[in-house]
T-cell receptor, first 116, second 112 residues
């Protein structure tokens, strides 16, 4: 199957700093990538849809100025959590849409963000 | 309003028996359904999918059944193995949209 990587896998930062998370599709091109957030024992919540070469589409309630998304190439999307606060601590997961086959989304391993 | 529902938060099954995970949806525009398996602190792993033009899709020990009239799908795992213990998410999408809508997940525990 298609492989999606995320980096870093775990990051701890101080309140007020910014953190960048990378999502890469390793063996396929992804014109569309998605960013999800998961709180403990809850489902995956879609934050935004990232389209290569255009602005991301954010879900209702997600602050676009706080969660900056850049999809500069067909294999890379980045999520930057700006001025992070403890309530931003969560598990962030990206997925990439593979158009080659059945339009399945493949997920990265996730990034655990802890804001102190 | 939750469009994809997994009403059973947990399921316990003995090794070798069948595991049946259920999922209901409310949006009749959904035309593609997927099941993902997730371990703690990892991203979901794609298991199996089904298009709305089919009512069954099989891949090894995993079979997904779709009942469009009831807006219900299920994942059958036969035989269940301890390594199948994980959280299983049902997801759906419609032709017009590209994002997946996820259920809340069902935690499957397979005991040996």
């Amino acid at each position: 199957g298609a492989v999606v990587s995320q980096h870093p896998s775990w990051v701890i930062c101080k309140s007020g700093t910014s953190v960048k998370i990378e999502c890469r599709s390793l063996d396929f091109q992804a014109t569309t990538m998605f960013w999800y957030r998961q709180f403990p024992k809850q489902s995956l919540m879609l934050m935004a849809t990232s389209n290569e070469g255009s602005k991301a589409t954010y879900e209702q309630g997600v602050e676009k100025d706080k969660f900056l998304i850049n999809h500069a190439s067909l294999t890379l999307s980045t999520l930057t959590v700006t001025s992070a606060h403890p309530e931003d601590s969560s598990f962030y997961i990206c997925s990439a849409r593979d158009f080659r086959g059945t339009d399945t989304q493949y997920f990265g391993p996730g990034t655990r963000l802890t804001v102190l | 309003d939750q469009q994809v529902k997994q009403n059973s938060p947990s399921l316990s099954v003995q090794e070798g028996r069948i595991s049946i995970l259920n999922c209901d949806y409310t949006n009749s525009m959904f035309d593609y359904f997927l099941w993902y398996k997730k371990y703690p602190a990892e991203g979901p792993t794609f298991l199996i999918s089904i298009s709305s033009i089919k009512d069954k899709n099989e891949d090894g020990r995993f079979t997904v059944f779709l009942n469009k009239s009831a807006k219900h799908l299920s994942l059958h795992i036969v035989p269940s193995q301890p390594g199948d213990s994980a959280v299983y998410f049902c997801a759906a999408k419609n032709q017009a949209g590209t994002a997946l809508i996820f259920g809340k997940g069902t935690t499957l525990s397979v005991s040996s």
